[in-house]
């Protein structure tokens, strides 16, 4: 076979002769100075603009909202709960009774939402269908008795029939809740919904009088529970509830595979999907407000429920979800849940058997015997070790296109087609089972035979063609076949260019994963080890070759830097961009020449400059074609885009690489560095900033561990107060460092971020420990290469001076506040478990220029020598102050996170809005000022709780 291995030289591919090409002059491109002093950001840590976030903006506006019709032919329901809790608790199935259920029902094929509102709290039948609270756009009823209520809801369940059931936290909320609170009432929910018959109780009933009742009878509290979570599979990665013949989807679960964050709660993803805020009002305030009664608050309690039911379909929508999940399974032959919870296995297998059956072959099914005891693969991908540099002149980055398939394809390479070793073993192993080919049939194909790198045969296709490659090629030529239809596509028909890109969309991952089936030796449902290592081998040989091959060109003057798996980069020492970008095709034009087809080398883009860091780790700027002007800032495996540590990290990161790779200039890396570790150590930073969010997997750690991680402490500590808190498997933990006891271990000084934003908190950000164990050694893997110390430029630096404002609290309800408190009738006493040592303590600081002050002085002696100056200083602060609390207040109001009719100050605690964390910090400030100004009478005390 013409450019395939043969059985004399299994170490050797067929070399061709390249024309050698012109080298052109080095022109470097001039670059323009930018000024870096008067860049600011809200979160008061200078970083890029928002336009660059982790979310492929590919994923996001799948759905035209001007379209209608068509659809799934699927009805879709959200359903979203709300009920009792006691004081800071969260809602216990076992003791808190429901008080409004949610239900939005959309059929898409019209893409109309109906909503649907059931109530619990009238004990007047005569009004259950009067709509007392005046909510508008939804239906309401409402019932006496939560049991009236939850059987109107089985019952108006089974006459809307969905297809899909939603929710966005399925086992702690909506589904999972109703069920496991209907359990305790007596009723198996679960089972009156479901559209297939009852299966037989686990635990079969004392009383046998019951059976030939027409009334679905009630299940015992532990079957219905039962139910609710199967398996540990389900409950860990799926909804954990099951309805018999309905899709139970938990929405935030979906979305860790669709967007990209570090926290996942609703408010988050409605900010990242619909670019929208969404308050968030913790179940204590809308207790108070549900208490109040029809005609005052209860209304804002049922339009937070239902806004929140309506919010999973519209994220929904915009992902386009339920269709682009329909053309899936269409594509793989598979059903509409088995595309979300199954692995790549399965998606091949359907498609391989299908293909396999038409050309009279069946698979084997090794039992877990077999595949544990079948050879271990032995080939590994070549992965090359960087020249960690950082790089001013271009390199290339070229890279085979679907190296893997393409392999397949051009050697044949198949199950079918496989004849084992040249040199086999006594046992004559082939994958799981035994096989040894015919002596003489080998002989009579030595001219139609291919070896592989790793020594094994296969046959050409003319002799026979593999089911593997039949399925790629048909693969490869459909995706290309549906992109072509796209192009010629009207730019009105944008329902129709959705459907047909989630369709290549799906070729394109299934024709990724092949390999993975013939290499999964552990939980494999058709390994082969012989197979695998071939597919391997063969490009790792195609990559080595094409290495070697630019290395030594003799009018390139290239040298490859870096290599992996699939991709290359080359060095063009002395070259300029456009250079680059001709010498950059000609490399991928001879390389493909030199390989069989479909093998593909493609010019991807070029990094000027660039930092190479390790295996996996690289950044640059990257430009696409010569006629770019604006680079963009692409980085892989750094903390710019990595989840595992804080937003401020990754700020600092990205804005002193893009100094350095726009001026190449270490001093004014320098001085961006130290100015923003001088608002770090002052104080004038976001909390939003320094928050970690980590995933846990409680129950999953090892029990010789001296300690668990930081995150999973704090899920720990919540437990502790509240079982309900406990976080479902792999959810992301928010978490902050505080400052400590001297010589405190980083798990003794990890608490919740509510805890710190608290007003009044006695917490402090331990800001050394943010940048000497964060930003320091992120920034110093990379400017490390050039020779700088970062912890010798902090060490080096002035340290401010610390604003003294938040130092001064009131010791323990000591002060102005405990006095205003009991004028505003606030009569709560601080809690013990916040008391801490440094709350006894004062600041010894004068409020307006810091200095050294007597006793429990405010002033110093020199600013009172002016009583006019520090007067107007003092209001002027506390002024100001007001203004900026009341402007953020209106802010929240336009989402609906402030409420000034049942009662004052704003009540949302979203983790997700930076208003937030503004907001409080202001509170914060106000409060101290205001305290200051109110003892020395200067000013009138203004409550920062009530905004």
Known sequence: ?????????????????????????????????????????????????????????????????????????????????????????????????????????????????????????????????????????????????????????????????????????????????????????????????????????????????????????????????????????????????????????????????????????????????????????????????????????????????????????????????????????????????????????????????????????????????????????????????????FYSDPVLVLDFQSLYPSMIIAYNLCYSTCLGKVFPSKSSVLGVSSYSADPHTIADLKNQLILTPNGVLYVQPEVRKGVVPRLLEEILSTRIMVKQAMKKLAPSQKVLQKILNARQLALKLIANVTYGYTAAGFSGRMPCAELADSIVQCGRRTLETAISFVNQHPLWNARVVYGDTDSMFVLLKGRSREEAFRIGKEIASLVTASNPDPVTLKFEKVYHPCFLLTKKRYVGYSYENPEQNEPIFDAKGIETVRRDTCP???????????????????????????????????????????????????????????????????????????????????????????????????????????????????????????????????????????????????????????????????ALGHGSRDSSSIRLGWNKKPSAKVARIDTYYMSSHCTICGDTVQGSEIFCSHCLKNEAVVATVVAGRTSKLEREIQHLAAVCGHCGGADWIVESGVKCVSLACPVFYERRKIQTELRVVSESAGEAGYYPFCCAELF
Not at 216 to 222: K, L, M, T
């Open 648 to 810: 401020a990290v990754a700020k600092m990161l990205e804005r002193s690489l893009r100094i350095m790779f726009e001026e190449q200039d270490l001093v004014k890396v320098k001085s961006y560095v130290e100015r923003q570790w001088t608002r770090i150590l002052s104080g004038k930073v976001s909390i939003q900033d320094f928050i970690f969010a980590k995933e846990v997997r409680l129950g999953t750690y090892s029990a010789r561990a001296s300690s668990l991680p930081p995150a999973a402490i704090v899920a720990t500590k919540a437990m502790l107060s509240d079982p309900r808190a406990e976080p479902r498997y792999a959810e992301r933990v928010p978490y902050v460092v505080i400052h400590g006891e001297p010589g405190a271990r980083l798990v003794d000084m990890v608490i919740n971020p509510y805890g710190l934003l608290e007003v009044g908190s006695p917490y402090r950000l331990n800001e050394l420990y943010y940048i000497t164990k964060q930003i320091i050694p992120a920034l110093q893997r990379v400017f490390g290469l050039l020779g700088v110390n970062l912890n010798k430029w902090f060490n080096e630096m002035p340290r401010p001076t610390r604003s003294t404002l938040a130092k001064r609290q009131s």
């Open 1 to 389: 076979m013409a450019n395939s291995p043969v059985p004399g030289s299994a170490s050797e591919h067929t070399t061709t002769t390249f024309i050698d090409t012109v080298m052109m002059k080095s022109d470097q491109p001039n670059k323009e100075n930018k000024k870096l002093d008067d860049w600011h950001d809200f979160s008061q840590i200078s970083a890029e603009d928002e336009k660059h976030k982790l979310t492929p903006l590919s994923q996001i506006g799948f759905r035209d909202p001007a379209s209608t019709g068509g659809g799934q032919q699927l009805t879709i329901l959200s359903i979203e709960v709300f009920a009792e809790s006691r004081a800071e608790l969260r809602p216990d199935p076992r003791f808190d009774a429901i008080n409004v259920v949610s239900l939005a029902v959309e059929d898409d094929g019209d893409n109309t939402v109906e909503v649907c509102v059931l109530i619990r709290g009238n004990n007047d039948k005569s009004q259950g269908r009067r709509n007392l609270d005046g909510v508008i756009g939804c239906s309401v009823d409402v019932f006496p008795e939560e049991r009236d209520l939850l059987n109107h809801l089985i019952d108006a369940l089974c006459s809307i029939d969905p297809d899909i059931l939603v929710g966005w936290e399925i086992q702690l909320g909506s589904l999972g809740f109703l069920a496991e609170r209907a359990a305790y009432l007596g009723i198996g929910l679960l089972k009156r919904i479901s559209r297939t018959l009852p299966h037989e109780s686990k635990h079969p009933p004392k009383n046998l009088a019951h059976e030939s009742s027409q009334v679905p009878e009630a299940s015992p509290a532990d079957d219905v529970i039962m139910d609710v979570s199967e398996n540990d599979w389900s409950h860990t990665h799926a909804s954990g509830v099951h309805v018999g013949g309905r899709i139970v989807l938990n929405l935030w679960r979906l979305m860790r595979g669709e967007v990209k964050l570090n926290n996942y709660s609703l408010e988050a993803v409605a900010d990242e999907v619909l670019r929208r805020k969404v308050p968030l009002v913790p179940n204590k305030t809308l207790n108070r407000w549900f208490a109040t009664g029809p005609g005052r608050g209860r209304h804002r309690c049922i339009e937070y429920v239902s806004s929140r039911a309506m919010l999973n379909l519209e994220i929904i929508n915009q992902l386009d979800l339920v269709n682009r999940t329909s053309e899936l399974a269409r594509v793989f032959g598979i059903d509409f849940f088995s595309v979300l919870s199954r692995g790549s296995q399965f998606r091949v297998e359907s498609m391989l058997l299908r293909l396999a059956h038409t050309q009279n072959y069946l698979a084997i099914s090794p039992g877990n015997q077999q595949v544990a005891s079948q050879p271990a693969m032995e080939c590994m991908p070549l992965v090359m070790e960087p020249e960690s540099a």
